[in-house]
């Protein structure tokens, strides 16, 4: 939105000038059931170091009714431009300002949302504050590093609830008056209100005693499994608290499962939100537990990691992220009692190959970013913050080891509690408790871009024996475009020794080392023992790197790669099988033989399902054309063999019925999915509920085998706002000129649709068996987008941009139409960096395509 960006220097000259005290914020959101506006009213009390300097307050707003600064009103219509109301002669000490205004409830997931449910017709509030929109909600020193204090005033209508960061008072008249909270940032404030349903507990141990929530709408209260939330809830409050040696920060801890939520969750202090989706209304699989849990953990280890130790500015928020994505799957490998102990499995497999993706785009940055602005940090949100840096603290962890890492993370949250740090910070208490100099390891791995890649060069005699093993590191040129140089770093790895035994790959040995940033790193310890059938870099996945195979390895795993008794090697090979296809070091067609020749000893729910969901992807867009219809019936074919041998009732059942109803093609196959609705078919064991007949219908409207009709009479027996979302879909992925006008008008030529909607609509227009079709919205796209970046809020134009790009117009021509409207539609940096990123996608196509022979 115009005028809403604050760079980096006016964060700091602001923070250099003002020490926040409190926030006193008073709400009137008694007319939230109907919508529109509402009465927002704010004092803060802060310092000034200066007589007489000026400085500015964040606020978005439709209007502002009044600003009194130290008792003299200023003139509203005078100082509040765009997003700011300017302050000037600050007193030199204390000073108070209030503010009154009008804020907007908003349908974008930013700021304060709001929801009505088809279900019961009421409506349900929260907030979303990170990165920059409390001041949506009230006004604000919008940045990270002026903490305060926050004693929020609600009035709600009768019979709702409201939940903040401090514990629930009981309501006087239908106003709601928390207590202040401790001193925290305004990102992780939060207000959630209306009338939702909940369950209550407490976690005790040692004395300690933390109130439980668990909230949810009520048209969800049936499928909420709240019991199995507060056990990983609890697991998490026993690992973190003694790893960390600190007491959980907060008075009380809710966990708030909120409609048409923008990301996974959300860390407010004491006051959770996470996407309702993870509110489970149809049956699973145990990945989708899995990931649920892991985000439930990612945000309990932000209460110290983000919360109450904080980054001083964003180009730390890889930390908050990383540390809070690293300690969530440790938990769930080590914590006593979890269900998900090969964790590090699926890590290896979903977010580190997240992060290759995108450590190798043009995009690709340091992980340690340079945030110059607000519009920098809002697509920052990426593989490299999460993935990348989780992978390195991994490294990290290895680097100095376990305890000494967990010992510095103590002293540093001891150090520096309710305070804003730097990543010096850390690292200082890192190199106290572990003795390394850590100087040198963070320029290499923080402070520079791009991806290594790990190869193994072994010499064998005439009997088999090993005469020379080296490590050879390179460091890849960086994508076109990227900033930095290539760097060659340190990593500490394992290298795992696998023979065969009973039909199976067994490790029989592991050495772990150092790999010299040198280049070439002899391991002189493998030299006169027999060559094994399988040697494995980066065993265990100690580091962050591209491993490739040597060939005879290669060739093992190849014919052998389920034979492997352990989930995380295979993995890592299913990993490195993916990102050869996607560099065009594999065909697409033999990647498919290498799936379905493996694909079935593989036991991990988790990694099957990225194996579909790659698999379809290197078909759809990596295959070469001429190819691709043979190769899509193939991978059909054995979905189907596969839904109807997996065991009846199972996760691997489900997951196969999914694959299958993805790609479903022939009159035979689409007549099944038909039948399989309609109960005229039957496959033992699988339960056609609710979320696997929308996965039914959405592909039989995508072929034109249902039409508004059927969508229509399926949506009266799902009239939920999940139902209202699938229906979109369905009728955006009908393969008729009307329905893609109607899908594309819908988003681009109007701003009406909620958040989700749009995001469902997009996922039903773009359909990978309508290329055709879909050609002639490539010019449309870039004649709209820089209009809609411009006039829609962040979230919403960035689902435009990235979900609309031509992605499916693998050619040339695409190429050539995005370079000449980066040249001359002037785009800001935000926009160039996604429109650039989406480019990307189409050349590695094209070069994956062309090596598909």
Sequence with gaps: MPGTNLTREEAQRRAKLLTVDSYEIDLDLSGAQEGGTYRSATTVRFDSAEEGAETFIDLVAPAVHRVVLNGEPLDAAEVFRDSRIALPGLREGRNELTVVADCAYTNTGEGLHRFVDPVDDQAYLYTQFEVPDARRVFASFEQPDLKATFRFTVKAPAGWSVISNSPTPEPKDDVWYFEPTPR?????????????????????????????????????????????????????????????????????????????????????????????????????????????????????????????????WWNDLWLNESFATFTSIAC????????????????????????????????????????????????????????????????????????????????????????????????????????????????????????????????????????????????????????????????????????????????????????????????????????????????????????????????????????????????????????????????????????????????????????????????????????????????????????????????????????????????????????????????????????????????????GVYDEAEIATEYERDRTAAGERHAATARAARPTEEAKAEAWASVVESDHLPNAVQEAVIAGFVQTDQRELLAPYAERFFAAVKGVWESRSHEMAQQIAVGLYPSLQVSRATLDATDAWLASAGPSAALRRLVSESRAGVERALRAQAADV
């Design 332 to 703: 769930q490998a080590d914590a006593p009692g979890s269900r998900w102990p090969h964790s590090w499995t699926t890590f290896a497999n979903s977010m580190k190959t997240w992060a290759y993706r995108q450590d190798q785009l043009p995009s690709t940055h340091p992980i340690m970013a340079e945030i110059g602005d607000l519009d920098d940090v809002l697509v920052n949100f990426d593989g490299i913050t999460y993935a990348k840096g989780a992978s390195v603290l991994k490294q990290l962890v290895a680097y100095v080891g376990e305890d000494e890492f967990f010992r510095g993370v103590q002293a540093y949250f001891k150090r520096h509690a309710f305070g804003n740090t730097r990543l010096s910070d850390l690292l200082g208490a890192l190199e106290e408790t572990s003795g390394r100099d850590l100087k040198t390891w963070s320029k290499a791995w923080l402070e520079t871009a791009g991806i290594n890649v790990l190869r193994p060069e072994i010499s064998v005699d005439a009997d088999g024996v090993i005469t020379s093993f080296a490590v050879r590191q390179e460091a890849p040129a960086l994508p076109a475009g990227a900033k930095g140089e290539p760097t060659l770093r340190p990593h500490r790895i394992a290298i795992g020794l696998y023979e065969h035994r009973d039909g199976s790959l067994v490790r029989t040995d592991r050495i772990e080392l150092d790999v010299e940033a040198a280049g070439l790193t002899a391991v002189d310890a493998l030299v006169g023992r027999r060559r094994p059938a399988v040697v494995l870099l980066n065993d265990d996945d100690l580091s962050y790197a591209k491993v490739r195979l040597d060939e005879e390895s290669l060739r093992t795993v190849t014919q052998h790669l389920g034979d492997f008794t352990e989930s995380l090697p295979r993995a890592l090979c299913w990993a490195s099988a993916w990102d050869m296809t996607r560099d065009g070091e594999l065909a697409t067609h033999a990647y498919l033989e290498l799936v379905l020749s493996g694909i079935s000893k593989e036991s991990d729910i988790g990694v099957v399902q990225s194996l579909h969901r790659q698999v379809k992807l290197a078909l759809d867009l990596y295959a070469a054309p001429e190819r691709r219809e043979a190769a899509l019936a193939r991978w059909t074919e054995a979905t189907l063999a596969h839904l109807r041998t997996a065991e009846p009732g199972g996760d691997h059942q489900l997951a196969w019925a999914r694959a299958f109803a993805a790609t479903a093609r022939t009159p035979q196959q689409l007549d099944l999915l038909t039948g399989l609705l309609e109960g005229s078919e039957t496959i033992e064991g699988l339960t056609v509920d609710t979320e696997l007949r929308w996965a039914f219908v959405e592909r039989l409207a995508a072929t």
């Design 184 to 312: 925290v940032s305004t990102y992780v404030t939060a207000l959630i209100v209306g009338p939702y349903h909940s369950v209550h507990s407490r976690y005790e141990k040692d004395g300690q005693v933390v109130p439980l929530g668990i909230y949810c709408r009520p048209s969800l209260a049936e499928y909420l499994d709240a019991e199995a939330i507060f056990e990983v809830t609890r697991q998490g409050f026993d690992w973190f608290q003694e790893k960390f040696d600190y007491a959980y920060p907060f008075a009380k801890y809710d966990q708030l499962f909120v409609p048409e939520f923008n990301a996974g969750a959300m860390e407010n202090a004491g006051a959770v939100t996470i996407r309702d989706q993870y509110v489970f209304r149809s049956k699973v699989t145990d990945a989708a537990y899995e990931t649920r849990a892991e985000t439930i953990l990612h945000e309990l280890a932000h209460m110290w990691f983000g919360d109450l130790v904080t980054m001083e």
